[in-house]
């Protein structure tokens, strides 16, 4: 990607995310195969399907997330602490 075209697209952008501006984008394509594009070579479309794998990852962290903070969540309720291990607390009951 042309060094210019990036450092003016970060200036372009509002300042908490021109930093995040990738260098290369990344989506699925109808096969399910992972394609890679350069930024400065994508269309707008790539852009929209790169945005579409954004949010299905974002999507996807967020419940790996969510699903252990559930498990801490009740660990705690058990009364584990710290240095507990998750296969050493009583989970029936």
Not at 45 to 54: M, V
Not at 58 to 86: C, F, P, T, V
């Amino acid at each position: 990607m042309s060094t210019n075209l990036i450092t003016l697209l970060r200036k372009q952008l509002p300042s908490i995310y021109g930093d995040s501006l990738p260098t290369d984008i990344h989506y699925r394509n109808a096969d399910g195969n992972v394609v890679t594009v350069a930024l400065d070579a994508a269309t707008v479309d790539e852009l929209a399907f790169a945005i579409q794998t954004a949010n299905a990852e974002a999507l996807a962290l967020s419940r790996r997330r969510n699903a252990l903070e559930d498990i801490h969540a009740e660990a705690r309720k058990r009364a584990a602490r710290g240095a507990d291990r998750i296969v050493d607390i009583a989970w029936e009951g």
